[in-house]
């Protein structure tokens, strides 16, 4: 990929491509981690057997209370991962050399990262109820090859038939988000189609996608409007050239995280 600047004032931002990997690749760790390792402990401790009795409620959070909390805090902060991951994932289609190889690697990289995925989310080694979140991403590439493809064979068409046929693709792309039970739902799709779509308007792009993203979960979601603070600082350039080490950090990451999870006895413990 070679990223390269787009606008005069580029050279006043800061954050290259790389910088917001990181910053997403923090809140994702902490987003698995209160995951995987606090709601298990909520769980464990009788979350899940309140109901909706007020009493045993009151009881539980005199005793857990803290510990919602911070698990609380640290699942808000998770919630800023996803949108700059296919803020990313859109500029890597732009600039991709190989959209192949590019499509290639996330393959990949989903199919290692499914069963410490399944690990974490379940306790076992395979759960078709729910497919990591590279799954969503490789998804959403393959969306935008096709809206790419629609775009340039459709070119002499009128407007009408070519947003018809852009509106089918990502309704094809969402039913198939569903169907498969991907990470993030309809959601995936859906957000990197529209971060695509305003390429050009980056900012209201992620504003709109963040929008989408708090629709998720009214407590949870409104912390990733933050996200668009990277955006409006973002250089358009690629950054530190690591990906491979980038693209490990998923897996290793949930491999760990698991491993904390089997110290802590909480391995029996499933949140999916």
């Known amino acids: 990929m070679n990223y390269t600047k787009t606008r005069q004032d580029d050279s006043k931002k800061k954050l290259s491509g790389s910088t917001i990997k990181i910053i997403a690749i923090i809140a994702m760790v902490i987003g698995i981690a209160a995951t995987a390792i606090c709601d298990r402990m909520l769980l464990r401790n009788g979350m899940a057997d309140i109901g909706n009795d007020q009493e045993a409620y009151q009881a539980f959070m005199d005793v857990n209370g803290t510990l919602f909390t911070a698990d609380f805090i640290l699942q808000m902060i998770g919630s800023l991962a996803f949108p700059l991951f296919c803020f990313l994932l859109v500029e890597g289609f732009?600039?991709?050399?190989?959209?192949?190889?590019?499509?290639?690697?996330l393959g990949i990289l989903a199919v290692v990262s499914e069963i410490p995925f399944d690990l974490v989310y379940s306790g076992t080694v395979f759960n078709p109820s729910r497919q990591n979140a590279?799954?969503?991403l490789l998804l959403g590439l393959g969306t935008l090859i096709f809206l790419e493809k629609a775009e340039t064979s459709l070119s002499q068409s009128s407007l009408w038939i070519q947003s018809t046929a852009k509106v089918l693709i990502a309704a094809a792309a969402c039913i198939l988000a569903v169907f498969l039970r991907l990470d993030y739902g309809i959601f995936g799709p859906l957000i990197i189609v529209i971060l695509y779509s305003l390429r050009n308007r980056q900012i209201f792009g992620m504003a709109l996608a963040c929008f989408l993203m708090s629709t998720t979960s009214v407590m949870l979601g409104f912390l990733c409007f933050l996200d668009i603070i990277p955006v409006i600082f973002y250089n358009g350039e690629r950054g530190i050239q690591k990906k491979y080490i980038f693209y490990?950090?998923?897996p290793v990451v949930l491999i760990l995280i698991y491993l904390i999870v089997l110290l802590m006895g909480l391995g029996s413990v499933q949140i999916l």
């Open 248 to 250: 490990a950090v998923y």
């Open 94 to 105: 732009m600039h991709s050399s190989s959209l192949k190889k590019y499509a290639a690697n």
């Open 134 to 136: 590279v799954f969503a």
